[in-house]
């Protein structure tokens, strides 16, 4: 998957942060493309998880101090993801085949439609109640 300025919500540290998520999933995609040996998968596996944890602290950190009022269903929806991954990886544990392109193809749409849907909103809130710079992404 590639970076595009269809993704950039904020000019800064989040879009920075979601570069570095899009990077972990081509990591991903690659070694499983690669098909190297299941530690490698799973050590980028597990480079990705960690990653969005840090990731996901931030954004709720940032929304508890905003008193974003859909919070709880963000917050869901990344647990959701990190408890994905922590079964995609016991599925590798398992020696689980063919799962490589699968899951790196649905990891990069979750990505995406979470990026432009909830993290979307989550930013034009910030926006409206004046915590966040108003930013446009280039060409627009
Ligand atoms: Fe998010
Ligand atoms: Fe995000």
Redesign the pocket.
């Known amino acids: 998957m590639q970076w595009s300025d269809m993704l950039a919500i904020d000019g800064g540290a989040i879009d920075g942060q979601h570069h570095g998520l899009v990077d972990a999933i081509n990591a991903l995609h690659e070694a499983v493309a690669q098909s190297r040996e299941a530690e490698l998968v799973e050590a980028t596996l597990g480079t990705l998880e960690r990653y969005s944890e840090v ?2 602290a931030t ?2 950190l940032m929304l508890e101090e905003a008193s974003y009022p859909r919070l709880e269903q ?1 917050r869901r ?2 647990r959701q993801f990190i408890e994905q991954l922590q079964s995609f990886r016991g599925q590798l544990g398992d020696g689980g085949a063919g799962l490589g392109h699968g899951m790196a193809q649905f990891l990069g749409s979750w990505l995406v439609n ?2 432009m849907v ?2 979307k909103a ?1 930013v034009a809130f910030l926006r409206s109640s004046c915590k966040l710079p108003a930013y446009r992404p280039k060409g627009s």
Request: proline fraction near 0%; charged fraction near 25%; glycine fraction near 0%.
């Open positions: 990731h996901f954004e709720e963000h929806q990344h979470h990026i909830s993290d989550y």
